[in-house]
């Protein structure tokens, strides 16, 4: 089944990129009017960016947090990528985001279940509809310590197996987050990410940790208190 029509990944002004993936664009909605045309983007230049909104439906911000250990990419890079992109989309194009799914090599390790779900969450709670997980082949990322030499995810059970848990409880909570309206004045502890949503007479609060560090925590609201 075909989700979407991906155009050009990354544009950047090299190579004609944008014009290339403008034209490209409107072939795709000539073929297909019923499918979005979705691309990754990680060059914030307004200019760009203003010019990269014509090529494309939906916007997804692809900001990696497990690229390197030194120095520390925050967690957060997720969720500022969703601002980011949210200030550009807002009213003219959705916003997914491209979490990631792949370990570098040992100098980052492996990503952890708790790394992959605090991607995802951090994502919705800045507004994000969709999750693209991205994830190298087999033949992407030389990685001595996998038993193939190489990134290939289903080989960590234990991590491939967390992703049946994690769609699911995000798949439970979808039409909220879809088509739920925001509540605002939902206030929480530094460190922590809220989103406060209602949905069919019933309120949902997503809470995320954003850091690597325990937080002992509370949010807070006019229809809500707790810790």
């Avoid at 691309?39 to 200019?47: E, F, K, T």
């Avoid at 194009?93 to 390790?109: K, N």
């Avoid at 922590?192 to 850091?211: D, E, K, P, S, W």
Wanted: aromatic share 10%.
């Amino acid at each position: 089944r075909i989700l979407a029509w991906y155009g050009v990944d990354e544009m950047s002004d090299q190579h004609n990129y944008v014009n290339l993936a403008t034209a490209a664009y409107r072939h795709f909605r000539q073929l297909d009017p019923h499918r979005p045309v979705i691309s990754a983007v990680n060059n914030w230049d307004p200019s760009l960016v203003r010019r990269i909104m014509r090529a494309l439906d939906v916007l997804m911000p692809d900001n990696y947090p497990l690229w390197t250990v030194v120095p520390p990419i925050p967690m957060t890079t997720v969720s500022d990528g969703a601002d980011t992109a949210a200030k550009y989309a807002r009213g003219r194009s959705g916003l997914w985001t491209v979490p990631q799914a792949f370990g570098m090599d040992s100098s980052a390790g492996i990503p952890s279940l708790d790394e992959i779900r605090c991607q995802a969450y951090l994502a919705i709670t800045h507004g994000a509809k969709g999750l693209m997980w991205y994830t190298y082949g087999a033949d992407g990322l030389k990685i001595k310590e996998s038993p193939r030499g190489c990134w290939f995810l289903p080989d960590y059970r234990e991590l491939w197996n967390g992703f049946t848990t994690l769609n699911a409880e995000i798949a439970a909570l979808s039409s909220p987050i879809l088509e739920g309206k925001s509540v605002t004045g939902v206030t929480c502890t530094e460190g922590l990410h809220v989103r406060a949503l209602t949905y069919g007479g019933r309120q949902y609060t997503i809470v995320v940790n954003g850091t690597r560090s325990e937080i002992a925590g509370r949010i807070a609201g006019e229809t809500l208190d707790g810790t």
